[in-house]
T-cell receptor, first 113, second 116 residues
Framework: RKEVEQDPGPFNVPEGATVAFNCTYSNSASQSFFWYRQDCRKEPKLLMSVYSSGNEDGRFTAQLNRASQYISLLIRDSKLSDSATYLCVVNLVYGGSQGNLIFGKGTKLSVKP | EPEVTQTPSHQVTQMGQEVILRCVPISNHLYFYWYRQILGQKVEFLVSFYNNEISEKSEIFDDQFSVERPDGSNFTLKIRSTKLEDSAMYFC??????????????FGPGTRLTVL
């Protein structure tokens, strides 16, 4: 069973659209949750952490449902510059673990004019 | 803004050769990581390093791989005898504390390794 599973995409949306990405994770020991963004052939960059109560950062809203092991990201009023691959990432921390990131394969978003 | 740097940006090598990938983590960070991403696939954890020793490693990180922090700034990944399937983008990352909600891992720009 895949550890972090995401919508396969790609999502092709017009500017100004609202788009939602979903993610499920298999390990209930996962303790921290993140959305990263990755531009083509670049490194992953943290978009936002995901808190249990849900959190918002400008046009971006993240939700976490621990019972369902489900994470979501909502992007409102999408911009051309939002075009990227969005990576759902969980962090397993146990015992002496330093907390290694487990990545989903990512969902590609393409925002068109 | 401080950043993780990696050299070289692209390394081409022949199968069976040794390669060393170099990283300079952010200066006050204490935890260091290597990840790899095969083209078109997900980012995969290789190894974490803290207090001058390996903290954890994945099953990918076999005897062909080693890491070292030879001085106060560099963090290296060595592949002893490269295979074709080692071709990937290798990312170094660092964090100030154990990764969690309040301690982000910062990624370097990556080294693209091509094994011929």
């Amino acid at each position: 069973r895949k550890e972090v599973e995401q919508d396969p995409g790609p999502f092709n949306v017009p500017e100004g659209a609202t788009v939602a990405f979903n993610c499920t994770y298999s390990n209930s020991a996962s303790q921290s949750f993140f959305w990263y963004r990755q531009d083509c052939r670049k490194e992953p960059k943290l978009l936002m952490s995901v808190y249990s109560s849900g959190n918002e950062d400008g046009r971006f809203t993240a939700q976490l449902n621990r019972a369902s092991q489900y994470i979501s990201l909502l992007i409102r009023d999408s911009k051309l510059s939002d075009s990227a691959t969005y990576l759902c990432v969980v962090n397993l921390v146990y015992g002496g673990s330093q907390g290694n990131l487990i990545f989903g394969k990512g969902t590609k978003l393409s925002v068109k004019p | 803004e401080p950043e993780v740097t990696q050299t070289p940006s692209h390394q081409v090598t022949q199968m069976g050769q040794e390669v060393i990938l170099r990283c300079v983590p952010i200066s006050n960070h204490l935890y260091f990581y290597w990840y790899r991403q095969i083209l078109g696939q997900k980012v995969e954890f290789l190894v974490s390093f803290y207090n001058n020793e390996i903290s954890e490693k994945s099953e990918i990180f076999d005897d062909q791989f080693s890491v070292e922090r030879p001085d106060g700034s560099n963090f290296t990944l060595k592949i002893r005898s490269t295979k074709l399937e080692d071709s990937a983008m290798y990312f170094c990352a660092s964090s100030v504390a154990r990764t969690g909600r309040f301690s982000e891992q910062f990624f370097g720009p990556g080294t693209r390794l091509t094994v011929l």
